[in-house]
């Protein structure tokens, strides 16, 4: 482990869990990454880190951070008529919880995306004043019209970008499938958008799409969640500002470099929650690549790496890769590291060394395999898969167990009836609450750490 820091600033350190040893031929290295930042979330204390750093974005002179709040405003939101009543009450939250200096924009979503504050293409600057403006405008807001997401995230970049800030950020609420665009153009947006902000997404009620949020969330760094009675929109928003505004550092990027003839298998976040980051990797010099990680506050966060070393013979060694965490230099120079690791590969003729599973390795391949079964199992039950969706959410409430995660094992049971859950023997609910389902879906990517 290695931890570099300077002072005033967050400091970040890398720790590596492996059992490095491999039988002879073996090939397949396998290490859980954890990465802790201890110093940020602290309410504009310290200055922030990433791209977009300058003088002016230190706390006290000018907004150091962004958010801009996409509000879903289609017909369907007056159904309930206190949907959108709470909606507002939300929002009306979570600009309470802006700090002072940080710039903000409320954006009314339906077919088309409406600035509702400040408005003429501007960002306003959270204080007293313009708390009260903004909620005051907020009482304007009103259900009518289709939705095109792409369209709120399109102009939510615009608003997030005029400014010359370190973090921004995006919070979405929507209550319907994206019904009046197609998903190549959502799929377009988040393209062009990831990489510029992060978001958070939430689907009220239970006509949302799942995959839709889940999808936004994941392509943007953020987090989405299923907030089923509107009456908790205003916890749930008040609770995503409070996380957005202790973040400290922007653009972080975990990146890898392996020696000649190291194949990367995978790259995943496992905690506190699974993201595949393997297809996001951009290049970033000879057998080095960059995994974006979004923003970080006071945090700790487990990574998955896999990678595939050459066969050696017993008594060899070599560094099958090097893990960095880096951002990039506010005058574009070269990025500046904050800290490393190493993941090692020795070969050995010990069977007991080289079969012993480390227990983080252990512990979060499971996790990862819990996510996916979940997913299955659920798909496998909207298909009329009966005995699929058995076998499958049966595997996932023997995994829920098996690491104590007591989260998800509360889900699952409102699915199915659990008859043994050693073997993961279960019966699919005849019934099934639709927010039940769609909770257990979006919340399927959770993790906990694994056990000390």
């Known amino acids: 482990m290695a931890n570099f820091s300077k002072s005033n600033v967050p400091q970040f350190s890398v720790d590596v869990y492996q059992n490095e040893y491999l039988p002879e031929g073996g090939r397949e290295v396998n290490a859980i990454v954890t990465v802790t930042s201890t110093g940020g979330g602290t309410s504009g204390r310290v200055p922030l880190l990433g791209a977009s750093a300058t003088p002016s974005a230190v706390p006290g002179n000018s907004p150091d951070a962004a958010v801009v709040i996409m509000v879903d405003c289609s017909g369907s939101m007056e159904y309930p008529p206190a949907k959108m009543r709470n909606a507002r009450d939300a929002t009306a939250a979570a600009v309470d919880t ?10 009314a979503g339906t077919h088309l995306a409406k600035e509702v504050y400040p408005g003429n293409g501007r960002l306003a600057v959270a204080d007293a004043r313009t708390r009260e403006e903004a909620k005051h405008a907020l009482r304007r807001l009103n259900a009518a019209g289709g939705t095109a997401i792409s369209t709120w995230l399109r102009l939510a970049d615009r608003l997030l970008n005029s400014a010359e800030v370190t973090i921004r950020h995006g919070i979405l609420l929507t209550d319907g499938r994206n019904e009046h665009e197609s998903s190549e153009a959502l799929r377009s947006a988040l393209d062009d958008c990831a990489g510029r902000f992060t978001c958070d997404a939430r689907g009220v009620g239970t006509d949302w799409e799942v995959k839709e949020v889940t999808g936004i969330a994941s392509a943007l760094l953020g987090t989405s969640d299923i907030v089923a009675d509107p009456a908790g929109l205003a916890a749930d928003f008040t609770q995503m500002m409070t996380n957005a505004m202790g973040k400290e550092v922007a653009d972080v990027s975990l990146r890898l470099w392996t020696p000649v003839g190291v194949e990367i298998a995978f790259v995943k976040q496992v905690a506190p929650r699974v993201e595949q980051l393997t297809d996001r990797r951009t290049e970033a010099g000879p057998r080095a690549g960059d995994y974006p990680t979004g923003s970080w506050g006071d945090e700790s966060r487990d990574y998955h790496v896999c990678v595939r070393v050459p066969e050696a013979g017993i008594g060899r060694e070599m560094l099958a890769a090097r893990v960095s965490l880096i951002i990039p230099a506010p005058d574009g120079g070269s990025p500046e590291m904050l800290s490393q690791g190493l993941v090692r590969a020795v070969w050995t003729d010990d069977m007991e060394a080289s079969t012993s599973i480390n227990p983080q390795v252990a512990h979060y391949t ?3 395999e819990l996510a996916q079964v979940i997913q ?12 699929g969706a058995t076998a499958k959410l049966g595997r996932a409430v023997q995994l829920a167990a098996f690491s104590g995660n007591a989260d998800t094992a509360k889900l699952l049971s409102k699915v199915v009836d659990v008859v ?3 073997s993961g023997t279960v019966r699919l609910k005849a019934k099934v609450a639709e927010a039940d389902e769609m909770t257990l879906e979006t919340r399927s990517t959770k993790t906990v750490r694994v056990k000390k």
């Open 420 to 422: 043994d859950e050693a």
């Open 366 to 368: 499971g996790q990862a």
């Open 98 to 107: 802006l700090r002072d200096g940080v710039a903000f924009a409320v954006v």
């Open 376 to 387: 299955q199992g659920l798909d496998a039950r909207k298909m009329g898969d009966l005995d």
